[in-house]
């Protein structure tokens, strides 16, 4: 609502009613989905007991010191520890675009043609996909204790995952070299040739420095975004199906 609101007053683009009525019906399918999965997914893995290779207390780095550095560490921790976990998401988003069989179901996000905030939605597979990716391999290797920030961490890459893909005018100017926003992520759903394989990190611009595919926009350069394979799924069951039928066809032919 906050980056709706935004988009109101600060926006690039004019998109219409019906793409994001489609948005709203898909989130929630998504969201209904994706909870399901992982209240199920959290009870079995839990009962493994599996604890990671290693443990980096941020609250004791800097719960040490005065007051002002403990709030520094608030703001700081959620972000050091976002960084640190996109490592393997960063490297997961890139198969999605080498695996035929990941981009099937990953391009449903990359058809989006009025991305905005609110349509953004990826395919109802997407956070499925990322548990033996991500989420498997971060927990095995590295818990990151921030003990009272979790709550922050989820909230501030909630607001993010919405933010990045909002066309409205506000960005984060310099931070975004530490933090992608919405025109670093832009890029990555540009229709542009040039732009391909650009931007994958989603909370973090630091992996694509590090890894050089970065590309950080000039202030004017705003491009559309879409692929011409498809257009954004216009029913629900287009949502939920199309990218089974993509495999089908791919198969048969
Ligand atoms: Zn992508
Ligand atoms: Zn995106």
Redesign the pocket.
Known sequence: MLFFVAEMVFGRNRYSLRSRLNAALYWLVYIAITVTFFSVFSRLWGSLGIKPLMTLDLNRLFGGGGKWLQVAGWIVMPVISAIIGEFFYYWFHRLQHRSAFLWAFHSE?HALREMSAWN?NHHFTEEIFRVPFVLIPLSLLIQVDVGVVPALVVLIIGLQGQF??SHTRLNLGPLRYVVADNRF?RI??SVELHHYDKNFGSFTSFWDIVFGTAHFPARDEWPDTGIDAHDEAKTLSEYLFRPFSKLRGKRAA
């Open positions: 996000h953004s990045e893909h992520h990555h759903h």
